[in-house]
């Protein structure tokens, strides 16, 4: 009988010498399973103690695979789900970041991995965003999103005008403008003052960033929907749009299109907690 599969993607700038993902894979691989390896944002910078043939490519392995363990913080984790676009196998956090929203486990939970491998989990499916930036005419860069693609001008205020199939919805000037999932809601969204929204759910949540319009207000939409904002009056200052964390300049004109995509995240919930646990244990204490 073949091995069940389990993916460790570790981030080496977090598990530095890649010792819980060593303890990991030790742990896995006593309980029976096949384990690969398969960095992220491995630029060969880095002086790691497993042999350069222990790595594998996310792609050759990914199919058929049982789990795939994220090894860092909520960063890590989304860059493991835009790496695994078209593949819906669970994804489980170890977090080993700070505060690690997404993250299921903790570095002494790692043992309850062999759980999860074994199919003990509540699958958690997660909506994620199509995004595309279009220049005169063309669309110059596409990217998915599990949190949210965010539009903000550096060091000075820019213009938006954000609209809803077609429809008017914001038009104003401020730092920028948040479109997130509700996985993202309590991130970049929440911060800039938008509502919590619980993450299996779908909708598309518009949040202005220090606004300079008094009606400008969040807009938490159906699923349906389809995004667009009009960048405009920059005249040469700086500004960029940052799809779950990678960058990308933007010019005044551009026209940012963000709707829900067909591809979805799974993540895997091993716990008791609900939501609400978790964002009052994350981000701020329960009286």
Excluded: W
Aim: proline letters at 4%; charged letters at 25%; a negative charge.
């Amino acid at each position: 009988m073949d091995k069940k599969r389990v993916v460790l993607c570790p981030n080496p700038y977090k598990d530095e010498g890649l010792e819980v993902t060593e303890q990991a894979r030790a742990l896995l691989e006593n309980a029976g399973f096949e384990v690969c390896i398969s960095p992220e944002y491995l630029d060969g910078d880095l002086l790691l103690p497993a042999e350069g043939a222990d790595f594998c490519a996310l792609e050759d392995v990914i199919d058929g695979a049982e789990l795939v363990v994220s090894l860092g913080g909520d960063g890590t984790i989304m860059h493991t789900a835009r790496r695994m676009i078209g593949h819906l196998v669970p994804i489980i956090g170890v977090n080993l970041g700070t505060i690690g929203f997404l993250a299921e486990l903790e570095r002494g939970d790692i043992a309850r991995l062999i759980t999860a491998a074994r199919g003990s989990y509540t699958p958690s499916p997660r909506m994620m965003l199509e995004v595309e930036l279009e220049r005169g005419g063309e669309i110059i860069f596409s990217d998915y999103a599990l949190n949210d693609v965010a539009l903000h001008g550096i060091t000075q205020t820019i213009h938006m005008l954000a609209r809803g199939d077609g429809r008017r919805m914001l038009d104003f000037s401020g730092d920028g403008l948040v479109v997130a999932t509700p996985t993202g809601s309590t991130a970049y969204s929440m911060s800039a003052g938008g509502p919590l929204v619980e993450p299996t759910a779908e909708n598309l949540i518009l949040t202005p960033i220090c606004a300079h319009a008094l009606a400008a207000r969040s807009f938490v939409l159906a699923p349906d929907r389809v995004v667009t904002v009009d960048i405009r009056c920059i005249r040469g200052r700086s500004a960029i749009i940052s799809v779950d964390g990678g960058r990308f300049d933007v010019h005044d004109g551009d026209v940012l299109h963000v709707k829900k995509s067909r591809h979805q995240t799974l993540l895997a919930h091993v716990g008791s907690k609900a939501f609400y646990d978790i964002v009052f244990e994350k981000l701020g204490e329960r009286k």
